[in-house]
């Protein structure tokens, strides 16, 4: 009897990159759920233009390169980016901004560099912080959150999501529902001179625990981050470091001048925060390789973002951090190669 | 503009340039280069099979022209493309394809000494570059194959024509797969 | 109380050892034909002592070696040599010159094997010499010849001896088996190994997945009342009992980077081939037969048979009830490590502790892989029980960047396959790294030729150079004595 | 001390001399590809922006001005900054063959690397004294490096990258650069409030 001679080992887990793609969009379900409802259903409608355009992009990059699509649209990577991206959004924006924004990440910020695997920087962040140097007045304009007024329905808020989906003029109709988020309130506040106390006092940026709107998103992703952490998707050492670099400036900052320096609760539950520490930063391509790098990395996103964030011209510093410490991968690389079994450290 | 302050203006560069000058002459004739250990690393790369083909009379001289810059990297078809490649990053120069000015890349060879045709004249002993023929005068030759570069240096002195490439014995090398018992 | 595993990281494994194991060990009756293989698992092979026709009893010698990588074979059969041929072999590059002995039925025993009066009398050099000249070889899969490893032990002083009854690998179960039923035998080798290897201790490592083997041991232990003689009982996790991974998990030191566990002050032995020497210490019996599990979902009865080293795999799974359904890869080893065998005619070795024999059930979900690119997750890092980043070496071998394989360690892999067991990418990591290291070596074999050929290039320079001054100075000698007279012309005394 | 720590700040990463005013670009790309040669040229760089710094302004305060030759200025910076490059030539050919080979022709053209003429300029417009010329031109210097180290490593792993075939080389050397520019993009604005 003759028999095949494939090389051991002739087994594997079976895990594969699809479902490993496929858990990190359902594990960020919860915080999808929470955007609709406090902000509208602006996200569907962003996050429909961006897988669809997500798809269309890469299968005409592969086309491009005469490579067979069917295999790298099934893996669900691209689907990761857009979801990534479309969350990252003003649920405003009018939809073809999300479509450029989406077409540049995957061609721009992916296919360039060779597709899966290959890119050196987050290809979200690439197109999200493209949108936001090039058109900052539409990234920087959201709705108002449902926890802010509960005189607003849910369903004009839903028809102002619409009409910004279509690009129609909101500021003639919707003038008021619109607004700057949290963060950037705050910015421009203590710009005035104002004290945060004095602006916290005001009851429109921070509710109970973070801020109007983004704590109950950032506590859904924090929960979806957990389970993704739990079933070793993603490993703690990034979402740790990163919520490390972000929260211990910050609380020691706070503790030195209260009346400027916001503390580590409102840090944690605004902007992007947890959507960076288990989402965005924890996008193993771009990301450090190994657990020490790793936690280089991540520190070195909850620093930058706690810079950017204090002293720095945008209100959230999370895509540029993650973009710097991209760029930081290969020389952190290079120097957090770990001990090998029976060399000398 | 007054003349006093073309003057001056020129005296001022002409003092700069002339300081310059003499701390730069200075520098240049205190601090020695060191070529030598540019050429071994470009050495350390060459196939070592001294047949010549760059027309430098060795492998050694060959390195010591690229280090010098007066020869490119791509003069070496015993080295073939890995050779180039690797000098090329040892240099950090683009890659390019060997020169076929010089030859193009061949089979590993050795020399084989047919020994019946083989009159002993010891002509070939001299020529080859790595000692690799054994043999005295009116003696029968041989080539011992595992030093033998393949160089073809050994071909032109024989009077007889004895002397031919032939491939390289298939030699296995033993990797032995470790085990997880 | 487990002692908690030391290495860098490995993986508990689905370990399907219950298949073969729930039955004692099957004898199995002498085949009808042996077939030998020189090579018996090393890379280095033995020397016909035997010629085509010779009759051979069991126990006879047929190849003989001073090769401290190759071990010596002896007739498992009385019968008739009927061919010394080039065969399929279970051998790197799948081919071994062997011997072919057809069996005469009868169970005649060479004289030369008579029970050796009192191994303890021996000196431990003559204990390796004889362990030599019985053939024993490593049974735990690496078929090493024993006396070697037990040399280089003594040479570099190893104070410990250690028994691997850890049998990490899915599937393979025969020293487990072997250790249930016959574990005084192993206690008794490992006395005489220890004292061969100039050891003052002896530990035998078992999983603790093995509750029976360990409430044997344990007993043969205790009848022996020997305070350097202990058991440890270790993790279930592979790959547990690869060497270096095991030294580290029982004794805490690492073995260094390109040593020998010897370095680490240890020596290690199979429990199988500490068996094979009592055996040879009782009844002077040379290594005739070993332990190998059957197994597999592509046979009937999945057990452990006791047979001949050179049985015809073939018979082997005959005596586990023949083939069940579509096999379709024959396996010398487990799944993570075994070597595919081409073909069910070649003969059993030294070193085969298991036939796998599976079908689309065991390796469906590799043979439907699809690779994909790399996303650089590090679930390899993870497992890595070598503490190397797979996905770098991965990029470096893909780039056959050897400056960074070096620096990255692909030569401290174990070739486990872990890392291609995790891989969300179904990358064939552990096969790209076995290419890569042969293409190392390779270049390793290149640049020692030419480092070669340039010092014996100097050489004939210089000799070249001094032939010429010589040459000159030769002429320089004879122009002045021609012209010595017409210099002094009054100087024609002599 | 803070102000002198800021504008080592400013100048190493807000405005960061390659990535946010475009200054140096031809070692950028040119001395990028291995690593070995790019922490050579970072420190050469380093080196002859310090000393060119505290040197053309010496040379500024206290002979130009004194002398009513502001309008010298170009001519004379450009040659004491060819002067410093020479001498840096000269100490790398005689310390280390290889990274002379490595650098080649870019070495010399540090000299035409307007970083260098920009930061000496720069320090006399921006008026300041001996000890700020040499922290900015420092400050450059360590962030003119760092930028080349960073894109010298993200290039390497891009030499094993399935780049497009119509990428290959500089042009996807020059989409990274400019995605590193966004990137820096971030620190805009950092210290303004």
């Known amino acids: 009897m003759r028999f095949d001679t494939s090389p051991a080992p002739h087994v594997i887990a079976g895990y594969t990159v699809p479902r490993v793609m496929f858990q990190v969009l359902l594990a960020l379900a919860p915080a999808g759920i929470a955007h609709v409802a406090l902000f509208g259903p602006g996200l569907l409608l962003q996050l429909s233009v961006a897988c669809v355009t997500a798809l269309l992009a890469e299968a005409a990059a592969l086309r491009w390169r005469g490579r067979d699509a069917a295999p790298a649209l099934r893996d669900g990577s691209v689907l990761v980016t857009a979801f990534l991206l479309a969350f990252s959004i003003p649920p405003l924006l009018p939809w073809w901004l999300g479509a450029l924004g989406t077409a540049l990440a995957v061609l721009l910020g992916k296919h360039v560099f060779g597709g899966l695997g290959q890119n050196p920087f987050n290809p979200a962040m690439v197109g999200y912080a493209i949108l936001l140097v090039a058109f900052p007045a539409e990234m920087t304009r959201w709705p108002v959150p449902m926890d802010v007024d509960g005189t607003r329905t849910w369903s004009e808020l839903a028809r102002m999501s619409f009409a910004g989906f279509c690009g129609a003029d909101l500021a003639a109709r919707w003038d008021g529902y619109t607004g700057a988020t949290a963060l950037d309130s705050i910015r421009n506040g203590l710009g005035l001179r104002y004290t945060l106390p004095e602006l916290l006092a005001r009851g429109d940026i921070a509710g109970t625990f973070g801020a109007r709107g983004f704590a109950w998103i950032n506590l859904a992703a924090l929960a979806g981050g957990l389970y993704l952490v739990s079933r070793r998707i993603v490993r703690w050492h990034i979402p740790v470091a990163v919520l490390g670099g972000l929260l211990v400036p910050s609380f020691i900052a706070h503790g030195l001048d209260p009346g400027i320096a916001l503390g580590p609760t409102l840090q944690a539950f605004s902007g992007a925060t947890m959507l960076t520490a288990f989402f965005i930063a924890t996008d193993p391509v771009s990301a450090a390789t190994s657990d020490r790098g790793r936690l280089w990395y991540g520190a070195g996103i909850g620093l930058i973002a706690w810079i950017i964030r204090t002293w720095g011209g945008y209100p959230d510093g999370c895509a540029f951090a993650v973009l710097l410490m991209n760029l930081a991968v290969p020389f952190i690389d290079r120097y957090t190669v770990p001990r090998i079994y029976g060399r000398q450290p | ?181 | 109380m487990a002692a908690r595993s030391r290495f860098p990281a490995g993986l508990a494994l689905d370990t399907h050892k219950q298949q073969a194991c729930g039955t004692p060990i099957v004898e199995l009756a002498l085949p009808a034909q042996v077939v030998l293989a020189l090579d018996q698992g090393t890379g280095y092979g033995a020397e016909p002592v035997v010629a085509v026709g010779a009759a051979v009893a069991m126990g006879t010698l047929v190849a003989r070696t001073d090769h401290p990588f190759a071990s010596a074979l002896h007739a498992p059969l009385a019968g008739t040599v009927v061919a010394i041929e080039t065969r399929a072999a279970a051998v790197a590059g799948g081919r071994s010159v062997c011997i072919v002995i057809a069996g005469d039925g009868s169970d005649r025993v060479d004289d030369g094997v008579t029970p050796v009066p009192d191994a303890d009398a021996l000196s431990p050099d003559e204990l390796a010499q004889r362990l030599r000249a019985a053939g024993i070889a490593g049974l735990g899969g690496a078929g090493f010849p024993t006396a070697t490893k037990l040399a280089s032990a003594r040479d570099r002083r190893a104070q410990t001896l250690l028994l691997n009854g850890a049998e990490c690998e899915p599937w393979i179960c025969c020293d487990d088996a072997l250790m249930r039923s016959a574990a005084d035998d192993v206690v008794l080798g490992a006395l005489i190994l220890r004292r061969a290897a100039g050891a003052v201790r002896c530990v035998i490592a078992i999983e603790d997945d093995k509750p029976a083997a360990i409430a044997a041991v344990t007993g043969a232990i205790g009848r022996r009342r020997d305070d350097a003689l202990t058991l440890e009982v270790i993790p279930a996790v592979y790959p547990q009992g690869a060497e270096r991974q095991l030294v580290t998990t029982v004794t805490g030191v690492e073995v260094p980077s390109g040593g020998l566990p010897a370095d680490a002050g240890v020596i290690c032995q199979n429990v199988a081939t500490a068996a094979a020497v009592a055996r040879w210490a009782t009844s002077g019996e040379p290594l005739l037969s070993r332990v190998v599990t059957v197994t597999g979902s592509g046979v009937e009865r999945p057990c452990n048979v006791r047979a001949p080293i050179g049985t015809p795999l073939a018979a082997l799974i005959a005596a586990s009830g023949g083939y069940r359904g579509t096999p379709l890869r024959l396996i010398a080893g487990g799944s993570m490590t075994g070597r595919a065998l081409p073909s069910d005619e070649v003969g059993l070795t030294k070193a085969m502790n298991c036939v796998f024999v599976a079908t689309r059930d065991d390796i469906g979900a590799r043979l439907g892989a699809v690779e994909l690119p790399c996303i650089r997750c590090g679930d390899c890092a993870s497992v890595c029980p070598a503490g190397l980043l797979p996905q770098q070496l991965h990029r470096a071998a893909l780039a056959d960047a050897h400056d960074a394989l070096r620096d990255l360690g692909v030569r401290d892999c174990i070739d486990c396959g872990l890392c291609d067991y995790v891989c969300p990418s179904q990358i064939p990591l552990a096969d790209r790294f076995r290419d890569a290291k042969r293409r190392l070596d390779e270049a390793a074999a290149t640049a020692q030729k030419a480092a070669d050929a340039r010092q014996r290039h100097e050489l004939h320079m210089r000799r070249l150079q001094e032939a010429a001054t010589a040459e000159h100075r030769a002429f320089e000698d004879v122009r002045r004595r021609v012209r010595q007279p017409g210099d002094d012309p009054t100087d024609g005394a002599d | 001390m803070t102000e002198l720590l800021l504008l080592a700040l400013g100048a190493s990463l807000v405005n960061n001399f390659v990535l946010s005013n475009f200054l140096g670009l031809c070692p950028f790309i040119g001395v990028s590809r291995r690593f070995e040669a790019a922490a050579g040229m970072a420190l050469a760089t380093l080196f002859v922006l310090t000393i060119a710094s505290g040197l053309s302004f010496s040379l500024w305060q206290w002979v130009l001005v004194p002398l009513g030759l502001e309008y010298l200025r170009t001519l004379v910076f450009i040659l004491l900054i060819a002067g410093i490059v020479q001498f840096t030539e000269i100490m790398v050919r005689a310390t280390s063959p290889l990274l002379h080979q490595l650098l080649g022709i870019f070495l010399p053209l540090i000299t035409t690397n307007c970083a260098v003429l920009g930061v000496a300029l720069l320090n006399v417009d921006r008026q300041h004294g001996l000890l700020e010329s040499l922290v900015f031109g420092a400050g450059a210097g360590a962030g003119f490096g760092l930028a080349l180290l960073l894109f010298t490593t993200l290039r390497e792993r891009l030499d094993t990258a399935d780049v497009p075939q119509a990428f290959r080389g500089v042009p996807v050397a020059l989409v990274t650069a400019g995605l590193m520019a966004l990137a820096f993009m971030g620190f805009a604005g950092l210290g303004a409030r």
């Open chain 2, 1 to 181: 503009m007054s003349t006093d302050a073309v003057v001056m203006a020129v005296l001022v560069a002409a003092a700069l340039a002339v300081t310059l000058g003499v701390a730069l002459g200075w520098a240049a004739s205190r601090i020695e280069p060191d070529a030598d250990s540019l050429v071994e690393r470009i050495d350390a790369l060459l196939p070592q099979t001294q047949c010549g083909q760059c027309r430098y009379p060795g492998c050694r001289p060959y390195a010591a022209a690229i280090a010098a810059g007066a020869a490119e990297i791509d003069r070496c078809p015993p080295g073939g493309a890995a050779t180039v490649r690797a000098l090329a990053a040892l240099l950090d120069r683009p890659p390019r394809p060997l020169d076929p000015a010089f030859g193009g890349p061949k089979p590993a060879r050795v020399a084989w000494i047919d020994e019946e045709r083989c009159i002993g004249c010891a002509r070939c002993l001299p020529a080859c570059p790595v000692d690799a023929i054994v043999g005295a005068p009116r003696q029968m030759h041989t080539v011992i194959a595992a030093q033998c570069t393949g160089c073809e240096l050994c071909l032109p002195p024989c009077p007889v024509d004895c002397i031919e490439l032939r491939p390289v014995p298939a030699v296995s090398l033993r990797y032995r797969q470790p085990r997880a018992a």
